[in-house]
């Protein structure tokens, strides 16, 4: 290298040394694109990885064990979109030439390369570890695309089902293959990728490489592959905190007033709510797009959102950039001034850096700082190349896209101004890089069952690149089932935001309002919308374990908490088949993830049966002993698998927790659910996952802590809290530790903790901080109690300081007795429920044949659980006659169905015992018997 290029090499180091210390040197750079919290970005290899040869010119630089960079023709060590930094610790390898073959080798691959040849799949090849048993072999030439795990496109718009293969896309929909696939070996072909210069990297020219392929070849370690991308390519930003909770968007004219009551609904509901989106409605209606408060409904402007603020809401604005800054817009004499103009409208440019910066520092700016607005939703449709129809705006198009320039730009403003605030955008994807730039908008999605069966399968499949998607969530008011499964995965997925796309209001409203879109969780029937409060105060409860999984994502992994089961379980079809493409009538198994490294989720995405209310589906379980997060349903699963057929009712979003796991939640109560994804964490609720068998002897989990909205997380304002558990020998004594260690500006003095043991038989001692702690029938501080639907014995320990270390010791045991019970008891209330409604629950008082009562007792059992949990005999006693009562409910309802599915219709209807509507009788007798069935 020439010493130009010492030279730069030196200067990044000493500036990311700096990055590491001391966090104001982080904003020292005064670019138009800033760096982020991304790791270090110097894109000059280390001279000792690379090995270089003339005649013709090629270049290999070794990255990592297991990453090769190889390039022919002008070589190029500026940044690219796609890569950001190649000065990586050198890994140990060897070189040979030996009969004109050039041999690279590392602990995990093989390079053989003929000298003096062009590239050709006979010149050049790579062989590496697929198993532990078996190899693959990568030719040049070779893409690698049939066994590729795919990636990721720009956007859904005007989409239902969409290909992710890359080769199915045009150009302008950005699309990034996978960084893994089941061949071994993953090739990124970064030769026609933009570059950028020097000073402040912005736009420069096209990589000059001739060939410029990165060989990620880490057999089936999947994790492997996308932490040594993030090696190269930069981290995943820490997020907000808020944009784990819950956001609300809707394309509807609020004013200051109606959108305050949208918040106020949600408090009086106890429904979490942390993020508020303005649409379109928010500026004026010149054109599609706007910079400026619409007058007639904020006025004056300075207060249009200072009730979300007074809220601690975050609060985003929807920007259509295209439109370019108008003279109908507040700063357009400003923007004018910066530009030079002397006309009525500055057309938007993503290649004049005076432009961007003006319109980022004179337009948007005023609004940050005025309105308290905390990221933009860069909603951009146009302008995505050359011929684009509406706006040609003069940029390469493909590589080189508004669309990440964009996110690029507004993801690091701050860092650029040098504030300390957290950084974030919604926009779309902009192709292999964007992972720098979260979150992504998949846009205009179409309302359908077959739209919301494919977005799991999307979701995931885009951890391959590091991509975190949004979806609109939303439902029509004719099909409250649709909306409801909607907003449960949401729930599980990577961001909870409801969306109305504009559908909401207008020509269907005046037409058939029940075609209307509906985004409110309360707009629904009493059935949907209860489950529905639910679904989001479970996402609410989860913001301590969904931001401790963003934050290793940033710092480990670069993994999203949304992930495909073949990065745990990687030799096994299974793990393959639960993320194929949905709808697929062919598929064997329903789509299914891991929510982070220790839940299991399957969200329900298709309609029920019409007879029993329950949609069934087929599911792969991973080996091992998984929990079910509510009622502790236990599935056993042997080293193959196992399949499984499940039958989930309208409030179950099936979500299981590897036994053993320790799984942190906050509580979501009544006056403290808005904003709450921002406070700190007061209460903290530690769950552990138990079962009669496969269950650890020890076990732990953490929560990562800090302020949620700064950047001083970079300089060590962190916390972390630790809980673990052992179980004795004898497995009679389970004892509990949480540790606290570290601090952060918003810590709380104290804290109170809750441990609850799911599947655990009632203790008959709990010592906790060397004190006894008694038995209450309700629970309460300083007590524990038992939760027979939860299955789960319950501690609460009052508020102590919080780096005080909390100790508890509970004699108790598991049973396999007790595997499952809420889950069981749930479901008798249940089919309870559907006979009462008929008034046809055998043993209560209305007329038919059968007197016995075993399900009326069953489904009573669960108070008397709970009253009997002190008496660890009286207990059992119980748990055991619920078992009996329960086989002897099965045949008690079938026998029902037999008899009125068989006995002369006119007689019954006589007798007053039968309505009008016989297939509904018979309906609901079905549907008891089914969830006694999957209770079994």
């Known amino acids: ?90 890994p140990e390898f060897s070189t040979d030439i030996k009969n004109g073959v050039l041999t690279i080798a590392t602990e995990s691959l093989r390079l053989e390369y003929v000298v003096g040849r062009p590239f050709s799949n006979e010149t050049l090849s790579i062989t590496g570890k697929l198993t532990e048993e078996t190899t693959w072999t990568w030719k040049y030439g070779d893409k690698g695309d049939d066994g590729n795990l795919l990636g990721t496109i720009r956007t859904l718009d005007r989409s239902n089902i969409v290909s992710l293969k890359c080769s199915d896309q045009p150009a302008e929909k950005h699309c990034a293959p996978g960084l893994i696939s ?84 949600f408090e009086q509901l106890s429904l979490p ?81 005076t432009y961007l910066l003006a319109l980022e520092d004179l337009v948007l700016k005023p609004l940050e700082d005025g309105n308290g607005i905390d990221f933009w939703w860069i909603d951009w449709q146009q302008g995505e190349g050359r011929d684009a129809p509406t706006h040609k705006i003069g940029i390469d198009g493909g590589k080189q896209n508004p669309t990440i320039l964009t996110a690029h730009v507004r993801s690091t403003d701050r860092n650029r101004r040098q504030e300390a605030k957290r950084s ?25 069952w077959s739209q919301l069966s494919f977005q799991p399968y999307f979701s995931m499949t885009a951890t391959n690149v590091g991509a975190i998607w949004s979806h609109d969530i939303s439902g029509q008011k004719s099909d409250p089932e649709l909306f409801t499964r909607w907003l449960q995965w949401s729930v599980v997925s990577g961001v909870s935001r409801v969306h109305d796309k504009g559908s909401s209001a207008g020509t269907c409203a005046m037409l058939d309002h029940e075609t209307c879109t509906t985004v409110e969780a309360w707009d629904a029937p009493s059935k949907y919308a209860m489950v529905n409060y639910e679904a989001l105060r479970l996402r609410g409860a989860l913001i301590p374990y969904l931001y401790t999984c963003a934050y290793k994502a940033h710092k480990e992994t670069g993994l999203w908490f949304i992930r495909p089961l073949y990065y745990d379980w990687p030799e096994l079809d299974g793990a393959y088949i639960t993320a194929s493409p949905h709808p697929d009538s062919s598929a064997i198994y329903e789509s299914q993830f891991m929510f982070g490294d220790d839940l299991l989720a399957a969200p329900v995405v298709s309609p029920a049966n019409t007879t029993t209310g329950l949609a069934a589906m087929d599911l792969w379980i991973p080996p091992g002993t998984w929990v079910g997060f509510s009622g502790g349903r236990v599935l056993r699963s042997a080293r193959e698998g196992l399949p499984i057929c499940i039958h989930a009712d309208i409030n179950d979003i099936p979500l299981f927790a590897k036994a053993g796991s320790v799984i942190p939640t906050i509580p979501v109560q009544s006056g403290s659910s808005i904003g709450l994804a921002m406070k700190p964490y007061q209460h903290l609720v530690w769950t552990v996952y138990l079962a009669s068998k496969g269950t650890q002897l020890t076990g732990s989990g953490y929560v990562y802590e800090d302020d949620g909205a700064t950047t001083n997380y970079l300089s060590g304002h962190t916390a972390f809290i630790t809980a673990s558990y052992t179980i004795d020998k004898d497995q009679t004594k389970l004892y509990f530790t949480v540790h606290n260690s570290g601090s952060h500006d918003v810590m709380p003095s104290t804290r109170s903790t809750t441990v609850r043991l799911v599947n655990a038989v009632p ?96 489904a009573s059992l669960s108070s008397s659980l709970e009253y009997f949990a002190s008496d660890q005999e009286a207990f059992l006693d119980k748990v055991d006659l619920f078992h009996n009562l329960m086989k002897e409910a099965i045949i008690e309802v079938w026998n029902l169905f037999c008899q009125y599915n068989d006995t002369d219709i006119s007689a019954l209807r006589s007798r007053r015992v039968l309505g009008k509507d016989n297939k509904k009788t018979v309906n609901h007798i079905l549907r008891a018997y089914a969830l006694l069935k999957e209770a079994e």
């Open 1 to 90: 290298y020439d010493l130009p290029h010492k030279k730069m090499y030196s200067l990044h180091l000493t500036s990311f040394y700096s990055f590491l210390t001391i966090p104001s040197s982080f904003f020292t750079r005064a670019s138009p694109l800033s760096n982020g919290p991304w790791g270090p970005d110097n894109p000059v290899a280390d001279p000792n990885a690379i090995i270089s040869l003339k005649n013709p010119s090629v270049r290999f630089t070794v990255l990592t064990e297991r990453l090769i960079r190889i390039e022919q023709g002008r070589y190029d060590d500026r940044k690219t979109l796609a890569v950001i930094n190649r000065n990586l610790t050198v």
């Open 182 to 265: 089941r061949n071994g070996y993953a090739i990124v072909d970064d030769s026609m990728n933009w570059a950028l210069n020097g000073e402040d990297d912005w736009w420069d020219s096209i990589n000059r490489n001739q060939v410029d392929l990165y060989v990620f070849g880490h057999g089936h370690d999947y994790k492997a592959a996308i932490a040594d991308y993030m090696k190269i390519g930069g981290k995943i930003p820490l997020l907000p905190r808020y944009a784990l909770g819950v956001w609300f968007s809707r394309w509807y004219d609020y004013n200051p007033t109606s959108a305050r009551v949208v918040v106020e609904t």
């Open 273 to 353: 709510l942390d993020v508020f989106v303005f649409d379109m409605n928010w500026h004026n209606k010149n054109d599609w797009g706007g910079y400026s408060w619409d007058s007639h409904i904020y006025n004056p402007s300075q207060d249009a959102v200072a009730y979300m603020k007074h809220r601690n809401l975050a609060v985003t604005l929807n920007l259509h950039d295209a439109n370019g800054v108008n003279d109908w817009d507040t700063q357009f004499e400003a923007m004018c001034k910066a530009m030079g103009c002397n006309g009525t409208k500055i057309p938007f440019s993503i290649l004049n850096k």
């Open 424 to 448: 974030m955008v919604l926009a779309r994807w902009g192709g292999l890089g964007a992972h720098r730039y979260p979150v992504h908008f998949a846009g205009d999605a179409q309302i359908s």
């Open 763 to 858: 203790p008959s001692k709990v010592i906790a901080m060397n004190k006894t702690i008694p038995f209450s029938r309700f629970g309460g501080s300083g007590t524990w109690s038992y939760d027979a639907l939860k299955t789960a014995v319950i501690v609460e320990i009052p508020p102590v300081k919080v780096l005080t270390t909390i100790s508890i010791e509970v004699d108790t045991l598991t049973s396999a007795r007790l595997d499952g019970l809420g889950f069981k008891i749930s479901n008798a209330l249940k089919a309870k429920d559907a006979l009462d409604e008929i008034r046809l629950t055998p043993g209560a008082k209305a007329k038919h044949v059968d007197s016995s009562s075993s399900l009326l007792q069953a």
